[in-house]
């Protein structure tokens, strides 16, 4: 896809799918992070194996946000999910969204997901869905504020 | 993929990839429910263009359950996500569960997610995550004794 220009108060970004040499960058952005400081590494290798995993999968949309300076500010994974329920519904899902603090209360991350739903529909969605830990109170109430509602409970098993 | 056998206290069970002939019965299954019942829809079509989209995308996979007479008692769908964070790690995400109410309480749904980890495990993922209701109170209890944690929100959106 072509670059997606977002121009937040006379602020440029730009949202790209991403490509591989983006992976260090979206590495460095999920560690930033008060829960994800712990659970990253320094390994690159598995980030690359996983990148392809990714890139291969039409239903996968993996995103990469830069400034007008070309820094990596952002990132979120786009999952399309057709479904029998809701009359055949295809769910969007939304996984892995960081933005740098730098970027944050900018606008950025609403523009963002104006765009993430923008491209829901396109593909046939009629729902968007996302989890976030029940300690990111900030994203809970930037995700309200989307409109989104915390109808459901997240559950997770690590193997 | 061959009928995986499920022998429940002398019940016996079997889990099936499904096929574009099972899905009234799957679409019957998902109206039977409390949440599910004014959601659904009379016309087939919808459904068999999603069962479609969902048959030829190899991270899905859509699960018939019938017990020994071959009736159709169950159901859930199971999508693989690669993703860059945890590592790369890749997670198994299970949607649209229902069991017939006749087949409650039986085991079979503790039966069949066993199964499900089993294939999580087998391809690669270390996490699984579902969302449920937070009026399924029933379901919550079952998830939690399977070692699940209501650790995230889940958040959704209708576009």
């Known amino acids: 896809m072509a670059t997606i220009p977002l121009d937040i108060d006379g602020h440029r970004f730009g949202i790209d799918r991403a490509v591989e040499a983006d992976v260090p960058a979206l590495v460095g952005l999920l560690a930033d992070d008060v829960l994800g400081a712990g659970r990253e590494s320094l390994d690159l290798?598995?980030?690359?194996?996983?990148?392809?995993?990714?890139?291969?999968?039409?239903?996968?949309?993996?995103?990469?946000?830069?400034?007008?300076?070309?820094?990596?500010?952002?990132?979120l994974q786009l999952t399309l999910i057709p479904g029998l329920?809701?009359?055949?519904?295809t769910r969007l899902q939304v996984e892995a969204v960081r933005l740098a603090s730098s970027a944050r209360g900018s606008g950025l991350g609403s523009a963002l997901f104006a765009w993430a739903h923008g491209y829901a529909r396109e593909h046939g969605a009629t729902l968007v869905q996302l989890t976030t830990d029940k300690t990111r109170t900030d994203a809970h109430r930037f995700y309200e504020t989307l409109g989104?509602?915390?109808s459901h409970e997240g559950y997770k098993l690590h193997l």
């Open 45 to 75: 290798a598995p980030y690359l194996a996983a990148f392809r995993e990714i890139d291969r999968d039409p239903n996968q949309l993996l995103v990469t946000v830069r400034d007008a300076d070309g820094a990596v500010v952002g990132t």
């Open 85 to 89: 329920a809701r009359q055949g519904a």
């Open 148 to 150: 989104y509602r915390a």
